[in-house]
Structures are given as structure tokens and as C-alpha cells.
């Protein structure tokens, strides 16, 4: 798939942008395009700060702070797991589970790909539930608990469900990888907020029974998600 450089602002708020990545755009300067940061902070005409970070082939929201004492603030409550992150993801697989907490240490693998262990001493960790799409596939809510690099993706393949289109992790081969960053929420100078993008890139990304399931699953937190929710 072509990467667009097109991105929608979701909500811009006095102290932070949060925008509507797509697909295929890294995060920082890749080779000889410009990176997301830079791009987003010319098209509105302020610097912007980086408070977390997606894959270049993920898509969904990101949220950009506007000044460095924003960036601090926003960035601790990521770090203190005072946000909660909600990603939608699709696999032709069959998974081990359909619904379930994945938690392992990661450690670097061939290629640039990480790989989940046994051991638990910094661990991530991941919560997911799903639902059926037609022709075999299965869409997938994950709820991470932390932000390790690859996290969802390795998480997903270690029950079974890589994703589609994400051929570092042996998914099948599609038009774009499968993974979107879905809902944000998180509190902010003692005000809630809460952030959603739904997936508009990809053909898969379609469908009534995927309407169904994202209108099923729209209050995230209501979900029954295995696991205890303090880790």
C-alpha cells in the first residue's frame, strides 16, 4: 500500500493536537521523507512534542503535545499507566484464545522483530477479546497495559493471530497491516478526556460486522477483559 501523507485532527485541545495517523508514515524523518512530527507541526503552524509513538504501519490516534511542560505531564501519565489505550486488529488465523491477558518479557529477535518469553521480570502486557468477521477472519479490541515496541503485534502472534498484512510477524499478505490505534482515554488537569478514530484504510476495515462489533465494543472500558486490572 502507498503511504499517504494526509492525516485528520481528531481533537485540538490548548495544549495538545491529538491526530488520526494513517498507515505506512513513520513516526521520526525515514530515509528521505519528512516524519510525522514534522509534518503535522508545519500543517498547523506549531511545534509539536512527541508524548508516545506508533509503528509506521500502524494507523489511529496519536497525541502530540504543544509545549515541553505539556509533554511532561502527558507522557508521565502514559508511563504511569494513567491512560487507557484501546487498538483494533484483524487476523485469518485461529487463534489459541479468543479472549485473554498475554503477559512475558520481550526480547529482541531477527530483523528488528521482537519475541515473547516466559520470564516476567518487565513484562508486557496486553489484554484482548474478539469477535468473528465474515471469511474466517476475527477482529481483535487489545487493551495494553504497557507500551513495549511491537507489543500488540508479538502479543497477537503468540496466541496464533498474527495480523493481517503484518509480514514481519508472519501475517498474510493484504493491502496494509491490520492494526489501528482505536480510543484514547486519559485525564488531563483534573478534566477527562476521551478520543476515538475508527479505521477508514483498508479494505478490510469494512463491513457490517465489523459496524456491529465496534458498536458493541463502543464503551471499552464496560468490556469484560480477562485478567485483574491491576498489574
Not at 495538545?16 to 528521505?32: A, L, R
Not at 516466559?118 to 476475527?138: E, F, H, M, Q, W
Not at 477482529?139 to 508479538?154: D, E, F, M, N
Request: with cysteine.
Amino acid at each position: 500500500m502507498r503511504a499517504s501523507s494526509a492525516f485528520s485532527v481528531v481533537g485540538d485541545h490548548p495544549d495538545f493536537v491529538v491526530i488520526d495517523k494513517p498507515p505506512g508514515i513513520s513516526f521520526h524523518k525515514d530515509d528521505n521523507d519528512t516524519g510525522l512530527v514534522m509534518q503535522v507541526s508545519e500543517q498547523l503552524g506549531c511545534e509539536l512534542f512527541p508524548v508516545h509513538r506508533l509503528d509506521k504501519v500502524t494507523s489511529g490516534l496519536l497525541l502530540l503535545a504543544k509545549s515541553s511542560a505539556a509533554a511532561s505531564l502527558l507522557s508521565a501519565a502514559f508511563a504511569e499507566r494513567r491512560v487507557d489505550k484501546f487498538y483494533l486488529a484483524i487476523s485469518d488465523r485461529k487463534p489459541k484464545k479468543k479472549q485473554a491477558i498475554i503477559i512475558g518479557d520481550m526480547v529482541k529477535a531477527r530483523r528488528g522483530c521482537w519475541k515473547l518469553t516466559k520470564t516476567r521480570d518487565n513484562p508486557a502486557v496486553s489484554r484482548i477479546v474478539s469477535g468473528a468477521l465474515n471469511a474466517g477472519k476475527r477482529l481483535y479490541c487489545v487493551r495494553p497495559a504497557t507500551g513495549k515496541t511491537h507489543q500488540i503485534r508479538v502479543a497477537l502472534k503468540s496466541i496464533g493471530a498474527p495480523i493481517c498484512g503484518d509480514l514481519a510477524y508472519g501475517g498474510t499478505p493484504a493491502d496494509r497491516a491490520y492494526l489501528h490505534a482505536w480510543q484514547l482515554h486519559f485525564n488531563y488537569l483534573g478534566e477527562p478526556y476521551t478520543f476515538r478514530a475508527d479505521p477508514t484504510v483498508g479494505e478490510l476495515f469494512s463491513g457490517g460486522a465489523l459496524d456491529t462489533l465496534l458498536d458493541s465494543w463502543a464503551q471499552p472500558n464496560a468490556l469484560s477483559w480477562p485478567g485483574k486490572m491491576k498489574d
